[in-house]
């Protein structure tokens, strides 16, 4: 078997490396058991809404500190309001000028923070009692067989797989390939290093891809439940329709480049991507 670039570094580049501890102590925005990195958007009313539902519910549901990128925002006024609302909730803001690419800022927010689990977590998501507690259990039990966690989410139109299920299962928890990475729950030993070249949710089907690789799985916690909005966040963001289609394309194009040849994985979602061969 011929094998694949980057392989042990779970990606297309170098992770982020400070040697400096000194300054690394500076620059850190979090220590905590556990730290979420949520990047987040105040470019509009409703996507500031959005954003505040996941925060409030986090905060109402689970003890991890948070870090929150906001990113995309012309309004002064909605950052300022966005600001305001992380800080009150005893999480750290912090505006982010560069393109908003959720692979970039998950693997920035776990360069700048320390924590035995990071959770990279989109902002649309809501989350329900104990989501983070049941993760945390699962792990204790059975962390040497998986690669990262996932919580389930109730059915959502349009949207099908492992992630969907109606009722919790507290204690269960079942291997999966493809979860839907909106809530990813890693230990800080195993956290994944995103391919930045796949800022938006292409970067799902890239880690899908490479725990079937590697014989990794990730672990979906049939006690754990949080729902999503599904692009809540992205539709705001990808008000520009041609320059997202534009976007869209490079990134598939990049998915083909980097595991066409050294990986065969055949289902329905990624027929589009590698054909039927």
């Known amino acids: 078997m011929v094998t694949p670039p980057h392989t042990q570094l779970r990606s297309g580049r170098r992770p982020c490396v400070i040697a400096d501890k000194a300054f690394q102590k500076e620059i850190r ?125 109730k059915p959502t139109k349009g949207l099908n797989g492992e992630n969907w299920r109606e009722e919790k299962a507290p204690g269960e928890i079942i291997p999966v390939y493809d979860p839907l990475c909106h809530v990813n729950v890693f230990h800080r030993s195993k956290v994944y290093h995103w391919d930045e070249a796949l800022p938006w ?23 754990s439940h949080v729902d999503t909005q599904v692009r809540g966040i992205m539709e705001e963001a990808h008000k520009d329709v041609e320059r997202s289609h534009l976007n869209t394309m490079c990134a598939w194009s990049h998915i083909r480049l980097k595991w066409m040849g050294y990986h065969q994985y055949i289902g329905k979602d990624l027929d589009l991507i590698f054909g039927n061969t």
């Open 29 to 153: 925005l979090a220590s905590a058991e556990t730290v979420t990195i949520m990047p987040c958007s105040s470019a509009t009313p409703r996507s500031l809404g959005v954003t505040k539902k996941s925060l409030l519910t986090h905060k109402e549901t689970c003890d991890s500190a948070l870090v929150a990128f906001d990113n995309s925002s012309t309004n002064m006024g909605l950052r300022r309001e966005l600001k305001i609302f992380v800080e009150k909730l005893g999480y750290v803001y912090r505006y982010i000028r560069w393109p908003f690419s959720l692979t970039s800022l998950y693997n920035l927010g776990t360069a700048v923070t320390n924590s035995k689990f990071v959770v990279h977590s989109t902002a649309d998501v809501t989350f329900h009692e104990g989501w983070l507690d049941e993760i945390q259990r699962m792990w204790k039990l059975y962390g040497h067989s998986y690669e990262s966690f996932h919580p389930y989410s």
């Open 201 to 223: 949710w292409e970067s799902d089907v890239d880690y899908w891809i490479w725990c079937h690789y590697h014989r990794k799985f990730p672990g979906l916690c049939l006690g």
